[in-house]
């Protein structure tokens, strides 16, 4: 049994380091054709000064969709026989549109179809940076609107290799790039497959030792060992590279989308890892059998043919290189608190980061060795009151203290992992309260950037209703004025008197609502940003530069502005109030949604190895209590016995090692300046533990009872 249950952990850790490692492949892919399709797409703009005739005009805006922001790019073809942009079919006539096959999903009401004006087709796959890009092509209905809208326009081609790959536009990598994602799939998916390793190779451990010091005694080489341990672990090192690699290899002609955060990866894109994944088969291979061997084989000469006893307990350097890791820690996190919290590529955020990551892999013995004087104090009261359970149960743990450091490591490494996730997750919860105390008039108001002569100004506000609409002008200075209609401008408060010409705010208004404190105070985050004047008509000097447009219809309201926007309006901004910072925290909250998904695999795995290491301690247990069985056969005893070896050190693995990752936690929020630990998270995770680690030692116990009454004495 002992023997199934290590080839079983050997594949299970085979198949889970190469998916392991084919994700970076995966993720260099990916990042690899997006930064291609990227630069591929992107205009190469006409310097001020070249006179040379433009291919075409390009201009770019941002564009909201329930409060998520995508790009809105304005073109107009300036030679008949110019090539479309990449992913297109055709340039759009004037007055069309065409949208990414995710925006139109996101669509479900079809308004974007319809906002732009007339819908020409979705934009290709070839031409997106990621299939889960939001993304728009539009030619104005008024080509010349372009030439107003005062940016350098003129492209004379497409693939700009200056671009940068953290490029601006939306996507559903959030603009992250391929470090981000390395780094995040290191810490939550690395870091437990590397404990899974550490497991899965020691599992079964003892009887290999036995059977190596059998080996010693007929005075075997090391090479004969090596072959031997070898032999054991290829057949199941074998069937994790094939399985393993079936499953990697299929998506590379299957497209996979990624729980949690939708998002889809093409096939097209993971085909060209294909020669790494080959390469990375046979690498994983020839590591698993690697570790398998160096952690079993002895390294020291063994003097004479007398097999010698073999030790399970743990070793020095793992508890002085944790407590080296903690004064870095320490170090790291004091320098950046006092700092106020630092930026993530920040020198003490990167020590921080190294010492966290060598904390939490040395913590499961750091916290094993605390079973030590608990071992020890179980085996001298049992001794002391004649309790058999505490007295056997105490002194396997005396004995085997490393088997308890790998049966705690996925629990202790867990419980870092969803501690940390969960802190990731409330710095994107701090930043989204800020946004949301920002927008403190959600859809009421509505904000419209243009540059636009007069004649345009005033069929956008006649359009829209002259009651609800007011232009903003500005000056060389900066100085604002709101121009509209009385009845438009008590949108803000109550009118000493409907004034002629233009007056300063304070002077025209007796009081002003919750709208007009807002907006004059830039909370609304509106246009508006100063005092203005208030009047009828646009003052001297001024030019107007947009609109706020009162809105009580809701949602529906705010998309049939944007559409009259469009239709009337040369290259218009529109929002709601607050909606950019509302944006920032959407696509923040996005983001750490990859962080979920990562993660909560990285915790399938840990659970993978807490299974495994339970299983092969009380498989251990059971073969050690044989004997016993010929005396006394109760329940009882056994069950007893059991919950020491299993039960105490789970729990105190939960309970110490909980502790630990809290400190570690809080410390992490004090690099950055902000985030804060989840205690209830913390304290549930640990009480989950708790009764895992008591189900798991009855379950143990009573296949103890049981197994103990058919065991017979066999030679070794």
């Known amino acids: 049994m002992t023997a199934l249950t290590h080839r079983v952990?050997?594949?299970?850790?085979?198949?889970?380091?190469?998916?392991?490692?084919?994700?970076?492949?995966?993720?260099?892919?990916?990042?690899?054709?997006r930064d291609a399709r990227i630069v591929s797409r992107e205009p190469v703009f006409l310097d001020r000064g070249d006179t040379s005739a433009p291919m075409a005009k390009w201009a770019e805006r941002g564009d909201f969709h329930h409060d998520s922001q995508f790009i809105v790019i304005n073109?107009?073809?300036?030679?008949?026989?110019a090539p479309p942009p990449p992913g297109l079919p055709?340039?759009?006539?004037?007055?069309?549109a065409f949208l990414s096959p995710a925006l139109l999903a996101a669509d479900t009401d079809g308004e974007l179809q319809q906002r732009y004006g007339r819908f020409a087709g979705e934009i290709d796959a070839d031409g997106l940076a990621e299939p889960a890009e939001w993304l728009v092509y539009l030619q104005p209905t008024d080509p010349t609107w372009l030439d107003r809208?005062?940016?350098?326009?003129?492209?004379?081609?497409?693939?700009?290799?200056?671009?940068?790959?953290?490029?601006?536009?939306?996507?559903?990598?959030s603009g992250r790039t391929a470090h981000d994602m390395y780094l995040l799939m290191l810490l939550v998916i690395g870091v437990p497959t590397l404990v899974l390793i550490a497991v899965a190779v020691r599992s079964g451990a003892e009887q290999r030792d036995r059977r190596l010091a059998m080996l010693d005694a007929l005075g075997a080489p090391a090479r004969a060992k090596s072959w031997v341990l070898a032999g054991e672990a290829g057949l199941p090192v074998a069937v994790g590279i094939l399985l393993g690699g079936v499953t990697a290899a299929l998506t590379t002609v299957v497209d996979v989308t990624v729980p949690f955060v939708d998002y889809r990866v093409r096939s097209v894109d993971l085909s060209a890892g294909r020669p790494a994944l080959a390469l990375l088969a046979v690498g994983t291979a020839m590591l698993m059998l690697a570790l398998t061997?160096?952690?079993q084989l002895r390294r020291r000469a063994v003097q004479g043919t007398r097999p010698r006893a073999v030790t399970a307990r743990l070793r020095t350097?793992?508890?002085?290189?944790?407590a080296v890791a903690v004064m870095l820690l320490a170090l790291a996190t004091w320098s950046a608190a006092e700092a106020g919290g630092v930026y993530p590529n920040a020198l003490q955020m990167r020590v921080f980061q190294a010492a966290m990551l060598v904390a939490i892999l040395t913590l499961p013995a750091a916290v094993a060795s605390l079973a030590v004087p608990v071992a020890r104090f179980a085996a001298r009261t049992g001794r002391r009151r004649g309790w058999p359970a505490a007295l056997i149960g105490g002194r396997w743990l005396l004995d085997r203290s490393a088997a308890i450091a790998r049966m705690c490591a996925a629990v202790v490494v867990g419980l870092a992992v969803l501690?940390?996730?969960?802190?990731?997750?409330?710095?994107?919860?701090?930043a989204g309260t800020w946004s949301a105390q920002r927008q403190l008039l959600g859809d009421r108001i509505v904000t419209v950037r243009a540059n636009n002569p007069a004649i345009e100004a005033e069929r956008f506000t006649t359009t829209l209703g002259t009651d609800r609409t007011v232009r903003v002008a500005t000056d060389r200075n900066n100085n604002q004025a709101l121009v509209g209609t009385c009845e438009a401008l008590a949108h803000l408060?109550?009118?000493?008197?409907?004034?002629?010409?233009?007056?300063?705010?304070?002077?025209?208004?007796r009081t002003f609502n919750t709208t007009g404190d807002a907006i004059r105070s830039g909370a609304a985050s509106t246009i508006l940003w100063t005092d203005p004047l208030v009047g009828p008509t646009v003052p001297n000097g001024y030019q107007i530069v947009g609109f706020l447009v009162f809105n009580d219809e809701g949602i529906s309201g705010v998309q049939a502005i944007a559409r009259t926007a469009y239709a009337t309006l040369a290259f218009p901004d529109v929002h709601t109030s607050g909606q950019y910072s509302i944006s920032g925290a959407v696509d923040q909250a996005h983001l750490y949604s990859w962080v979920w998904a990562f993660g909560l695999l990285g915790v399938l795995v840990l659970a993978l190895t807490t299974a495994i290491g339970a299983i092969d301690t009380f498989l251990l247990q059971t073969r050690s209590l044989g004997p016993l069985g010929a005396m006394y056969t109760r329940r009882r005893l056994y069950t007893a016995i059991a919950q020491w070896n299993i039960t105490v050190p789970l729990i105190l693995a939960g309970v110490v090692g909980g502790a630990a990752v809290a400190a570690l936690g809080y410390a992490f929020s004090l690099t950055r300046g902000f985030g804060r630990l989840s205690w209830p998270l913390l304290t549930g995770s640990v009480l989950t533990v708790t009764i895992t680690a008591i189900a798991l030692g009855l379950l143990c116990g009573e296949t103890a009872s049981r197994a103990v009454r058919r065991w017979r004495p066999t030679a070794d």
């Open 149 to 173: 809208s005062g940016a350098e326009t003129r492209i004379s081609g497409f693939g700009n290799p200056q671009v940068t790959p953290l490029t601006y536009r939306t996507s559903g990598l």
């Open 419 to 430: 501690t940390f996730l969960q802190v990731y997750l409330n710095q994107a919860l701090d």
């Open 293 to 295: 061997i160096a952690a």
């Open 90 to 96: 055709r340039w759009p006539a004037p007055g069309e």
């Open 493 to 509: 408060g109550t009118l000493t008197t409907c004034m002629a010409t233009p007056t300063p705010a304070p002077a025209a208004y």
């Open 9 to 33: 952990a050997l594949a299970s850790a085979t198949i889970v380091a190469l998916l392991s490692g084919w994700l970076f492949i995966a993720a260099d892919a990916v990042f690899t054709a």
């Open 75 to 81: 073109v107009v073809p300036q030679r008949a026989d």
């Open 317 to 322: 350097w793992p508890r002085v290189v944790f």
